[in-house]
């Protein structure tokens, strides 16, 4: 079946009266059956697992074109979960350079605890990805668009690398999806996601997952990890989750449609020094990201002013439709300094906003932006 009737349909659970739209199951705890086998009609005890958690992880396992999914309650939960499955003392990983902060975070600050060492990599440069891997080096973590800089790295062409040694490669899927890129088809081993951005939608549930391209050992230590660390997710979250994936392609679609005309918007203004947009033509990877997108750009947009750190900050308090606020992938549109979001060791340059592109009109949007370029003016 197709992308969008999966996304409507995979993972609906039965509830023997014929509901079409799944029930929520609050319920932490099931029945035996009639002889007393525990879990004989189905389910045992909550956190083992819900139907709202099995039709979601039916779905994105369906979505993202692997053999079984996990999901947790941030993508920083499942980011913790691969590395704690994946990774054992005296391993390495390699994370991009521009990673997404969190990640970067975790990877570096709480990792070296447990005597896992890594090394940052431009993913651009394999030369440089070649010389990082070590004897020991267990997960390459792919993330491309990069976060904020839009770089586009090549994940077929990572995995071809990582195989030939023997190493796991497990991409960030959260800015694309598995509508606009397929890490499974390129070669990856795992995909994750904060599904808090695209996959939620609308900017009012946290969650996060992980896919497996085949069910395999590190696949049941994913579950054990995920029932007996007791990283779950709530029903209702989960409901929410299952509910906003129905719309994923409908409200995407309009996403990057919006994205590149405004891309296109921000190239034209006299006080934007530079646009990230892997979908503009005179973006350095443009080949491999209208191959490897699908010819899909995204809705993430990041711009240099300039004006420098004050002229941004200032421009990004300008609009009334672009909120300046964290985090993306909503039905509504953000701006944001991502260098004052990045705590103690920001790394975006102090010029740089990124934008989340919503669903809104685009008129509308447009006109806010230029709203926002007149006041800097004035
Ligand atoms: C937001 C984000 C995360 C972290 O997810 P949370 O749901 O905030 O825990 C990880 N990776 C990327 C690319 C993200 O954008």
Not at 127 to 153: C, D, F, G, H, W
Not at 247 to 255: F, G, K, V
Request: charged share 25%; with cysteine; proline share 5%.
């Amino acid at each position: 079946m197709h992308f969008d009737t999966l996304s409507v349909h995979a993972g609906h659970i039965e509830d023997g009266i014929g509901s079409v739209m799944s029930p929520i199951h609050v319920t932490t705890t099931f029945e035996r059956d009639e002889n007393g086998v525990i879990g004989g009609k189905g389910y045992v005890y909550t956190r083992w697992d819900n139907p709202n958690r099995r039709g979601l992880e039916t779905k994105l396992a369906k979505l993202e074109g692997g053999e079984e999914a996990f999901t947790f309650p941030s993508g920083m939960a499942a980011a913790m979960a691969l590395a704690q499955t994946v990774l054992e003392p005296e391993t390495h990983i390699i994370i991009p350079d521009d990673c997404y902060h969190g990640i970067a975070h975790l990877v570096k600050s709480m990792l070296p605890k447990w005597k896992i060492s890594y090394t940052e990599v431009d993913m651009i440069d394999t030369a440089a990805l070649e010389n990082a891997i070590q004897k020991n080096t267990r997960l390459i973590i792919v993330e491309t668009p990069s976060n904020p800089m839009l770089k586009i790295s090549d994940i077929s062409l990572i995995c071809r690398i990582a195989k030939s040694k023997g190493i796991l490669v497990g991409c960030d899927n959260t800015w694309t999806t598995p509508l606009i890129q397929r890490p499974f088809e390129l070669g990856a081993d795992l995909a994750f996601h904060s599904s808090t951005k695209f996959f939620g939608g609308h900017s009012d549930v946290l969650g996060g997952c992980i896919i497996i391209k085949k069910k395999n050992e590190l696949a049941e230590k994913i579950r054990e990890y995920q029932v007996i660390g007791g990283s779950v997710p709530s029903p209702f979250d989960c409901w929410l989750l299952n509910r906003s994936l129905s719309t994923l392609s409908l409200r995407l679609e309009r996403q990057i449609k919006n994205a590149e005309l405004i891309a296109n918007f921000l190239k034209a203004q006299p006080l934007v020094e530079q646009v990230y947009y892997p979908g503009l033509p005179d973006h350095p990877n443009h080949d491999i990201a209208r191959r490897q997108m699908h010819g899909l750009f995204g809705s993430m947009i990041s711009i240099t002013m300039k004006g420098g750190e004050k002229q941004a900050i200032q421009f990004a308090g300008n609009m009334k439709l672009f909120k300046h606020a964290t985090s993306l992938g909503g039905v509504e549109s953000l701006i944001e300094h991502r260098r004052s979001a990045e705590g103690k060791s920001p790394r975006s340059p102090e010029n740089l906003l990124r934008l989340s592109v919503g669903i809104e009109y685009i008129d509308d949007l447009i006109e806010d932006l230029a709203m926002g370029f007149d006041r800097l003016k004035s």
